[in-house]
């Protein structure tokens, strides 16, 4: 074959075009709307409810390292990092990030420092609040425990990607008495946070969390440029169904190239 | 302070964007050997470079506790254990090496044990879970509780013995979870896409450790 | 403080006698065996009549991703699979680990399933942990002794082992086995093994990931599994040699039976005192 892979024109027409709907979206003055995301809007109520009970915000980034395929689920997870570094540092109210891959913890460092910066409060970074546990995944979560039960922060925020460990974050912070906002794009581990935080984010929410928490015209309008691409797989999938179902291949085909 | 801004951020994306384009160009172009060979070689990179920042996070360990030693706070005396089982681990296995019997020894009575101890509260904690979430407050969930019923009894060795028809009504409720779940496989890759993209044209700029664009 | 009604603990019962029934529910039958009967399902009995059906020679390429956090779940099935490949005189094996810890879970199952005759560097060859993620089961498949060296775990040169004469590439097996450590490992495994080489590809993933696997089982990138400890039990009755799998499952009835009337008392209580206005 030519100068394409085998198996892969479709796969690249599709990054194709979400990268021309995303530098157009870019482009735009004016933000699209975004549907109401609950968990997101109770981050800031959260940090609010833990500065009243004068106790931390815990937030965590899970085990997998950046140079995984979970690398987009960690950046969005550390955008949200970075509004929680700003706002707990505009409220005084400490954060402590539990870090996983090492790879993660200077990203995770300078986000948070940063945030304080942008806040007007640098002297609210602490390093010592940026603690690497391990990317083991049991002893990463023993040793969320023990903050969960030594330090009982009032508000914990797991948004990224986890595992297993999902469910006992949420029961952990349920006893300890913390609100727990999450989101996992693990779907398969999805349903733990949901039986057991109070807010849970599903898929593609915890893309969008960041660029709802931004407030930034053109990152809001990227999150909207993504549902074209699912207005489109939806039709596709519909038009491919009706296809098959008729007994024709043409569709598959198509889509094999 | 142009020259700091240019080292700080532009020469970073740059970099980024060259990374990104050389690894795309392998895997959906039929790329020459050397370029495809190059691809590899940034792999193999990035994993060494993240094998180092590993040395970061034992100073953070070690910082971390020796500062709570030091100042007495809270659960002190679990940061010394800590640090007693990270030198004795860390002694044995330079000294005698990570698949020595010695190191094996270890690892297989302390560290084996804590780790499936950790593993086998996700039992306990999903019962208890299911037990207090699952209370049918609206028909959404009492749908979820009815499936999750037949998904129980239909898995349990018992249930395909009581009558076969459990483990049929739970393969037919995979058929269901399928089509939920593909929709969410689609979304969220094309979010990482999306995020990918992003980051590649330089506007992510959380990966350099930047709080915003 | 108000006395806790029998509603309050249908409801809201305190969560540590909760995992003190769990306990007492769990261990009974490990301890006062029941004999519940099983009934052998479609996983096991697929991935057991595939291995039954290799001709003799066939060259077996197994993906070791043992790892101390899922060896109690995955190692049950791990175990008899091996011992399955093993008993199987014809069936050739070679082996190698993507986790640190799969050269100490080889050496433990394999002095416990034992080598039914077989002899290394013939029948059989471990090559060890190789570090590298992704790249490292592209680069296993593409060129399997340039991947590990020209080595064996045990510092041995494959040109020293005559199994090895014929194996360079993923296109000399004829069947892919992988016991991942998790949901990513199986992705990579379709990504650089069954689909470039069109491999049959069975795998032995948590219980937990299984629903995750199902589109791809649709679609035919995997072969077939056994996941959990239920289906490594059926594997061990189709092949009359009852193990450690098997001994749980009056455990794994009663479990699953005890949360179901927890649900159904929860739900209980929580319409009861919904009709009495308690509850909104």
Redesign the interface.
Known sequence: ?????EG?TC??L??AL??IL??YF?GQKTARHLRRIEGVEKIDEAIRRATEMGRPVLSSTGID???STC???I??N??VI?HL??ETAKLGTQLILA?G???V???A???YR??CV?AGVPEAFR??N???I?D?Q??Y??AIF?IME??KPAANIFIGRYH?EA??F??IGKRTGAITIAGN?E?GMSS?FV??CDYTL???E???A?AYL?N?I??IN??S??DI??WI?VALTMIGAIAVTMGSSIFTNILSL | MKMSETLKTKIPKLIIFLCGVLT?AD????VPVSVHNSA?TL??I??V??AF??G???A??L??HG?AIMRRT??WY?SIWLLVLFAIFAIVGFAYG??SDQY?WL??NI??P???T????????????????????NIEVGVM?VV??FT??G???????LW?GF?AIREWC?IL??GG??A?????A??????????L?G??T???????? | MSRRNILDIL???D?RW??LL??TV?SAPLIFPVG????V?DNARGFYTYIESLPEGSKVAFSWGAD?????EQGLGATVILKHLMMNPGIKIVAFSNM??G??YWKMTLEKVGTYGKEYGVDYVYLGYL?????MF??VAADVWGACGGKDAYGKSLEDLPLMSDIHSANDFDLYIHLPNGIDPVMISIRQWQMPYEIPFYCIPLGAVQ??L??YR?TGQISGWIGSA?EA?EYELLMNSPGLALSG??A??F??????V??I???VG??IKKSRGIEK
């Open positions: 074959m030519g100068i394409l892979s892969q796969a690249l599709l990054f979400v990268a995303e530098i870019h390292p950046l140079y690398a987009p689920a950046i969005a550390l955008d970075g570094a700003q870090i891959p090492s790879d913890l200077p990203l460092t300078e986000i940063e945030g942008a390093e010592d940026v603690r690497f391990t083991e049991w002893p979560t023993a023990g030594r330090e297993a469910l006992h949420g029961v794009t779907l733990f039986v057991s599903l898929g593609e915890v893309y969008a960041g931004s930034n053109s990152r990227a999150i440029s993504q691409i699912k797989s | 795309i895997l959906y172009l039929n590899i792999q193999k990035a994993m470079i993240s920042s590993i970061l996070g034992v953070s360990i910082t971390h500062g809270g659960g679990f990570p698949t094996m690892f297989n560290f084996v804590v780790n499936q950790m593993y086998s509260l996700l039992g306990v904690f999903i019962v208890y879970a299911l037990y207090r979430t699952f209370q049918a407050k509780i999750s019923l129980l009894i898995r349990a060795p018992i249930g395909g013995y076969s483990p995979k979870n399928l779940y593909r969410f496989i689609i979304v969220s094309i979010g990482a896409v999306a995020m990918g993209i992003r980051v044209l506007r992510e959380s990966i350099l450790g930047r709080g915003g664009e | 409801t809201d019962a969560p909760i995992y769990c306990l769990l519940l009967p099983l009934v399902g101390s956090m899922t060896w109690m640190a810890q050269p100490l570090p590298g993620k992704e790249a592209a680069a629903s995750s199902v589109s649709k239920r039990a499952m009056d794994q009835s479990g699953h039976i005890f949360i179901i927890l649900i008392i929860g739900n929580y319409f």
